[in-house]
C-alpha cells in the first residue's frame, strides 16, 4: 500500500519482553508513535508488551530506534520479537472492539490476558533471553522525585497523601495478583477512581497515564493509627477525653508516640517495620527486649541524604545505591565510632535516655545526639536505607520526628515478618470512615498477639499486600554493589544463565534443559526458578526453623510458579535431608511427578557465582561457609574445588582438592550456638589437655570437669561415627573469636565472626606480609603468612590431578601461636587482623599450587564467610597479584540465599539424571 506520498507503507507486530509493565512503557510508545507518525496500538499481554506499527518503512525503523535506546529508564527490554503483518481495511481490523484504530492514529488498547493467535510472516527476534517465562513483572520501586514534591508541597491535591504514586515509582511486585499489570489485578482494584484520577488516568500525556496505583485522598486507601497501650493511648491524651478518641492526624499520632520513645509498627510496601528513635537508648532497648533480639544489629532510615553523611562515610558508589529506586539498606561505615582495644569499647555514645531525645530544633528538641550505642551492637557496620515509601517521607519530613528512626522488621527473633492484616488484625476490625482524620477506636481492631507484644501503637492502611518482601541489603566492594539480601527493589528482576540444553549423545542434537525449581536451603532461605535462559530468584524467605516460616515458603512458591505460569519439571534440592526445604523438595516431586536432584552445598555455592558471572570453564572453586552436609557425611564448609563443566556427563563436575581439617563439634549443634566449645576443641588437639591450665577468656565453661567430660564423649564418639567433624571455616571464626574473648556464645547466626571482624578493622593500620611468593611449596612444609603459621598436607607437585586427594590444611600452629600472642599480652585486634590474614593466604596459597597442576587461572569464591569485607578484600588482592581471574557475587548474595540459583543450574546440567546427584529418597519423605 503506498501512502498519499507516495512512500511504501507497512505493517508490524512488535512483542517487548522485560520489565516493561508498570514502568510508563505505553505512554513512551504512544508519544514516540505520535512524534514519528505511526499509527496502530500498544497494549499490555501476559507477554509484556504488544505494539503494531503503520506506516514508512523511515518511520517504523525511527520508532525502532527510539524503542530500543530511548525507553523509560526504569525498564529494561530483554527480548524484541518483530513480525510483518498485512495491512487491513480500517474497517475489517479487530472486529469487535470499540478502540479500534484509523489509519492516521495510535491509541493504548486494554490489555490483552492471553496472546489472541499466533502471527505469521517475516520474523526477526532481537535482545533475545530464550525463556519462554513471562520477565515483565516489575519490582517494587521507591518514590520518585517529582511524587516526592507533590508529597510534601502544600497547594498540591496530594499533598501528605500517604500512597502517592505514578507510572515511575510505588509498589509493583508485592500488589499484582496476575499478569498483564492492570489496575483491576492488583490490590489497587477494591479503590475505584474518582473524576479527578480518572482524567489523569486516560490523559496520554500525564505521568500518570495507565499508572495502576493512581489514587488521592478522595478515592484511594487510607491510613489510620491505633494506640495498642495505655501508654501510648496516654500521650496522645485518648484516656481523659470524655466523648472517647478526639481527631488525631494519624501521622501526627505516630510521630509522637515515636518522640516519646515508644514504639510503632509502620506497614510499608512488603510488610510491617517497627520503628523507634534511634537517638534515644531507652527505646531502642525497648526495642530489643520486646523482639528478642539481643545484639544483632538493627538498620536505619534516615530523612535525607544530608543526616546519612552526618553519620557515615558514604563513597559515591553508596550514595547512588542509597538514592536509587531500589532503595536498600546499605552496609556504611559510621563517622562517630569510638576507638578502644576491644569490639565492646567501639559502639557509639549513646544519646540520654527520655522524652524528645534527638528531635529537630525548634519542636522542643534537644542539640544532634549519637546513635544509641545498641543500635548495631559490635558489628563494623551501620545498615542505613533512605525512605522508599510515602509513609516514611511523610513521618521522617515532620518537623517532630526524629531525624534517624530504628526500621526493623516486625517479628520476634527468627520469626518471618508480619505482612498480612490478617497477621495484623482480625478482618472485622472498626475502621473509619474515608478522609476521617482521627485516630480508630483503639477497642476496634483485636491486634494479634505478636503486634501488641511488640509496639506501642500501629501505622497502617486498607491495601492490601499480596506477598511480604522483606528490604535488601547491599555494601559496595572495590566500587560494585555486592547483595547481602536480595529482596524489595531487586524480586523479581531475572538473571541470564547459560546452558539452556543438554547433549544426548554424539551425533544427536541437544534436548532442550529442563525448567528447575531450586529450594534453597534451611537458613536465609530464598527459592529460584531456571527456564531457558533466565533464572528469577524468589523473594528472601529467611530461616526454615518455625513454623510458620514453613508454611509462608510453601505458599510463596506456590505464588511464585502461578505468578510466572511455570510448571518444574526438575526440583534440586539440598543433599541435608533435615533440611524443611529438602523434605518439601521431595514432597512437590512426588505431588508433581517429577525427578529430583540433590546438589551438594558448597558445589551449589560456586555454581551460583559461576553462573551470575556466566562462566562456563573450568575454575577453582573456594567455599568458605558455616556448614553443609558434605558427600562424605561430614560437616563442610572450608572447601576447595575445581569445577570442570561437562554438561549431562559423569561423573559430577566438582572435585574436591582440599579442605580445612576436619575437627569434632563438642555437642554437636550446640558448638555453633556456643562457639567457646569449638575453640577448647582447637586448643585442645593443639596444645593437649594442658588448656585446663592456661587462663583461656572461656576458662569458667571448663572447670568442674565439664570439659574432661565433653570431650571423653567427644573422643569416644569418634570411635562409632556419633561425633560430628567439621572442616568449616565459620566455625574457625567462632574458635578464633572465643578465644579472643569476643563471643562465647551467640545470639544470631555470624555474630562471632561480625565480632571478629570488627575487632580486626582495629588494626588496619598495622601493616601484613604481602601474599606468598611462587607458585608451589614442598609437600608437608609449613609456612609463615602473617603472623601465623599452618601446613597442607598432601600436595606433590608432579603428581598428575586427582592424585592423593584432597589435600588437608593443618592450622593448630596457628591456633597455638594465637594462644602464645594472648598470654604474651599482645593486642587483641592485631591478632584478629593476623588471623584474617592468614587464611586469605591460605586460599590463594592453595589456588596457587591446583594451578601449578591443572593450569586453571580462573577462581570463584563463595559462602558465607565471604561477606567478611576484610577477608573477601585481603584475598582478591593477593589472588589478583598472583595474576589469577577472579570472581565474586554480586547478583545475588554469597550467602545460603544464594544456592538456590547453583542448585538449579547444577541439576539441569545433569538434564534431571539423578545419578548425577544422588540423594536417599527414604530419608526425605514428608
Keep these: 500500500m503506498v501512502n498519499r506520498r507516495g512512500a511504501q507503507r507497512m505493517r508490524v507486530h512488535i512483542t517487548v519482553s522485560g520489565e516493561v509493565q508498570g514502568v510508563g512503557f505505553r505512554p513512551f510508545i504512544y508519544r514516540t508513535s505520535k512524534a514519528c507518525g505511526l499509527a496502530g496500538w500498544v497494549a499490555n499481554t501476559s507477554l509484556g508488551v504488544e505494539i503494531e506499527w503503520e506506516g514508512s518503512k523511515a518511520s517504523i525503523e525511527a520508532g525502532l530506534q527510539a524503542l530500543k535506546t530511548c525507553h523509560p529508564p526504569i525498564s529494561t527490554i530483554k527480548e524484541i520479537r518483530i513480525y510483518e503483518v498485512p495491512i487491513q481495511a480500517t474497517g475489517n481490523r479487530a472486529p469487535g472492539r470499540v478502540d479500534r484504530e484509523s489509519d492516521q492514529e495510535f491509541i493504548i488498547r486494554e490489555s490483552i490476558r492471553e496472546r489472541e493467535n499466533e502471527k505469521c510472516g517475516n520474523h526477526t527476534n532481537e535482545f533475545s533471553n530464550g525463556s519462554g517465562i513471562d520477565i515483565s513483572i516489575m519490582p517494587d520501586i521507591g518514590l520518585c522525585d517529582d511524587c516526592r514534591r507533590e508529597l510534601l508541597s502544600r497547594g498540591d491535591r496530594r499533598f501528605r497523601h500517604p500512597f502517592v504514586s505514578c507510572t515511575y515509582c510505588g509498589p509493583r511486585f508485592t500488589i499484582i495478583e496476575r499478569t498483564p499489570y492492570d489496575r483491576e489485578r492488583t490490590s489497587m482494584h477494591p479503590f475505584s477512581l474518582c473524576d479527578k484520577c480518572r482524567r489523569e488516568y486516560d490523559d496520554p500525556g500525564d505521568r500518570r497515564y495507565h499508572a495502576q496505583t493512581i489514587a488521592c485522598h478522595d478515592c484511594g486507601p487510607q491510613l489510620k493509627f491505633y494506640a495498642l497501650d495505655l501508654g501510648a493511648r496516654a500521650r496522645l491524651g485518648l484516656e481523659s477525653h470524655p466523648a472517647g478518641p478526639r481527631p488525631v492526624d494519624p501521622i501526627d499520632a505516630a510521630v509522637q508516640v515515636l518522640a516519646s520513645g515508644g514504639i510503632v509498627a509502620v506497614k510499608g510496601i512488603g510488610g510491617y517495620h517497627l520503628a523507634c528513635n534511634a537517638l534515644d537508648e531507652s527505646a531502642v532497648r525497648s526495642l530489643r527486649a520486646r523482639k528478642q533480639r539481643e545484639d544483632e544489629p538493627f538498620a536505619v532510615m534516615m530523612n535525607d541524604i544530608n543526616t546519612v553523611r552526618e553519620y557515615c562515610h558514604v563513597s559515591p558508589e553508596e550514595e547512588m545505591l542509597l538514592t536509587s529506586w531500589e532503595r536498600p539498606i546499605v552496609l556504611l561505615m559510621p563517622r562517630d565510632r569510638m576507638t578502644g582495644s576491644g569490639a565492646g569499647a567501639r559502639a557509639w555514645a549513646g544519646a540520654p535516655a527520655g522524652a524528645m531525645a534527638g528531635t529537630r530544633a525548634g519542636a522542643g528538641a534537644v542539640p544532634k545526639t549519637s546513635l544509641a550505642s545498641c543500635v548495631a551492637g559490635r558489628s563494623r557496620y551501620l545498615g542505613v536505607m533512605l525512605p522508599y515509601a510515602p509513609v516514611h ?292 588437639l593443639a596444645l593437649g589437655e594442658g588448656i585446663l ?201 554469597t550467602n545460603d540465599q544464594g544456592i538456590a540459583l547453583g542448585q538449579a543450574v547444577l541439576a539441569r546440567m545433569g538434564g534431571g539424571n539423578l545419578d548425577v546427584y544422588s540423594i536417599s529418597r527414604s530419608c526425605c519423605e514428608r
Design 393 to 684: 517521607e511523610l513521618l521522617l519530613a515532620h518537623e517532630a520526628c526524629p531525624r534517624v528512626l530504628v526500621m526493623t522488621s516486625a517479628n520476634r527473633h527468627d520469626e518471618p515478618m508480619i505482612y498480612a492484616d490478617s497477621q495484623a488484625h482480625n478482618a472485622n476490625a472498626a475502621g473509619l470512615p474515608r478522609n476521617a482524620a482521627s485516630i480508630a477506636n483503639p477497642c476496634g481492631p483485636v491486634f494479634n498477639e505478636g503486634l501488641n507484644a511488640l509496639a506501642s501503637g500501629v501505622l497502617t492502611h486498607d491495601r492490601q499486600i499480596l506477598r511480604r518482601c522483606d528490604d535488601s541489603v547491599v555494601r559496595v566492594q572495590s566500587g560494585r554493589p555486592v547483595m547481602v539480601r536480595r529482596s524489595r527493589g531487586y524480586v523479581p528482576r531475572p538473571i541470564p544463565v547459560h546452558g539452556t540444553g543438554s547433549s544426548r549423545g554424539s551425533g544427536q542434537p541437544p534436548r532442550p534443559a529442563p525448567t528447575v525449581l531450586g529450594m534453597g536451603g534451611q537458613l536465609k532461605n530464598s527459592f529460584c526458578v531456571v527456564k531457558g535462559g533466565v533464572a528469577i530468584p524468589g523473594q528472601y524467605i529467611g530461616d526454615l526453623e518455625s513454623l510458620r516460616a514453613q508454611r509462608e515458603y510453601e505458599m510463596f512458591i506456590d505464588d511464585f510458579l502461578g505468578l510466572f505460569r511455570v510448571q518444574p519439571e526438575l526440583i534440586a534440592c539440598d543433599l541435608h535431608p533435615g533440611y524443611y526445604s529438602t523434605r518439601y523438595g521431595f514432597y512437590l516431586s512426588k505431588r508433581w511427578g517429577v525427578p529430583v536432584a540433590g546438589v551438594q552445598h558448597h558445589h551449589a555455592h560456586i555454581a551460583s557465582c559461576l553462573a551470575e558471572n556466566g562462566v562456563e570453564e573450568d575454575a577453582i572453586g573456594v567455599a568458605f561457609d558455616g556448614a553443609g552436609l558434605g558427600c562424605d557425611g561430614q560437616i563442610w564448609g572450608g572447601e576447595f574445588f575445581l569445577y570442570s563443566p561437562r554438561p549431562g556427563a559423569q561423573p559430577a563436575p566438582f572435585t574436591r582438592w582440599a579442605h580445612l581439617a576436619y575437627i569434632p563439634m563438642p555437642g554437636g549443634e550446640k558448638a555453633i550456638r556456643e562457639p567457646w566449645r569449638m575453640a577448647a576443641a582447637y586448643a585442645t
Design 693 to 893: 591450665d592456661i587462663p583461656l577468656p572461656f576458662q569458667d565453661e571448663l572447670q568442674n570437669g565439664r570439659w574432661e567430660l565433653l570431650w571423653k564423649a567427644t573422643t569416644e564418639g569418634l570411635k562409632d561415627g556419633s561425633t560430628v567433624l567439621t572442616s568449616s571455616a565459620g566455625r574457625l571464626f567462632d574458635a578464633v573469636s572465643a578465644l579472643l574473648g569476643l563471643c562465647k556464645k551467640i545470639t544470631y547466626e555470624g555474630q562471632a565472626a561480625v565480632e571478629l571482624e570488627a575487632e580486626a578493622a582495629e588494626s588496619l593500620a598495622n601493616p601484613m606480609n604481602p601474599a606468598l611468593a611462587g607458585n608451589s611449596v614442598p609437600a608437608h612444609e609449613t609456612v609463615e603468612a602473617g603472623l601465623y603459621s599452618y601446613a597442607i598436607l598432601g600436595p606433590e607437585s608432579n603428581l598428575p590431578s586427582g592424585t592423593n586427594l584432597p589435600w588437608t590444611i593443618d592450622v593448630s600452629g596457628m591456633i597455638r601461636e594465637i594462644v602464645q600472642n594472648l598470654l604474651s599480652g599482645t593486642c587483641r585486634s592485631r591478632i584478629a587482623r593476623g588471623f584474617h590474614h592468614t587464611l586469605a593466604t591460605i586460599g590463594v596459597d592453595v589456588c596457587r599450587r591446583i594451578r601449578a597442576i591443572t593450569g586453571c587461572n580462573r577462581v570463584a569464591l563463595s559462602g558465607g564467610v565471604f561477606q567478611n569485607e576484610l577477608l573477601l578484600s585481603d584475598m582478591l588482592a593477593q589472588l589478583e597479584s598472583a595474576g589469577f581471574m577472579t570472581y565474586i557475587h554480586h547478583l545475588v548474595p
